[in-house]
C-alpha cells in the first residue's frame, strides 16, 4: 500500500474548489424545465457562437446564460441563451468570475 503524499498547508493561498457552485444553482440545472430546455436550444443551435465569429466551426456542447442568472438573467428565456462550445463556455466563465464581460446595466 503507498503513502499518499502529505498535503501542504499554506495559510494565505485561498483553496481552490474545483466547479464551486452554489447548491440552489445545482437543484436548478438538474431540473426537468431546464434540462427540457437545454436539449431543445442545442438541438436548434448546434454550432458555439463564439467560434463561428471566428470564422470556425464547433459543435455546441454547453448552453450558456449570456446574462447570468445570478446577475438577473431569467433562467429558462431562451433570447438569454447562447451555445457555446466547452472551451468557450469555460473561458467566458472564467472572465466573469474575476469581474471581466459582464456589462453592467
Known amino acids: 500500500m503507498a503513502n499518499k503524499p502529505k498535503k501542504v498547508v ?3 493561498v485561498k483553496e481552490r474548489v474545483a466547479f464551486d457552485r452554489e447548491l440552489k444553482d445545482d437543484k436548478f440545472y438538474n431540473s426537468w424545465p431546464w ?3 437545454r436539449k ?11 467560434c463561428e465569429e471566428n470564422g470556425e466551426v464547433t459543435a455546441a ?12 438573467g431569467e433562467p429558462l428565456n431562451e433570447s438569454n441563451f447562447q451555445s457555446l462550445c466547452e472551451k468557450c463556455h469555460n473561458k467566458k466563465s ?7 464581460g459582464v456589462k453592467s446595466r
Do not use: M
Open 94 to 100: 472564467a472572465n466573469e468570475s474575476r469581474g471581466y
Open 10 to 12: 499554506r495559510s494565505w
Open 35 to 37: 434540462r427540457k430546455a
Open 61 to 72: 456542447t454547453v448552453v450558456d446564460h449570456k446574462i447570468p442568472i445570478k446577475q438577473g
Open 40 to 50: 431543445a436550444f442545442i438541438n436548434k443551435n448546434p454550432l458555439c457562437v463564439h
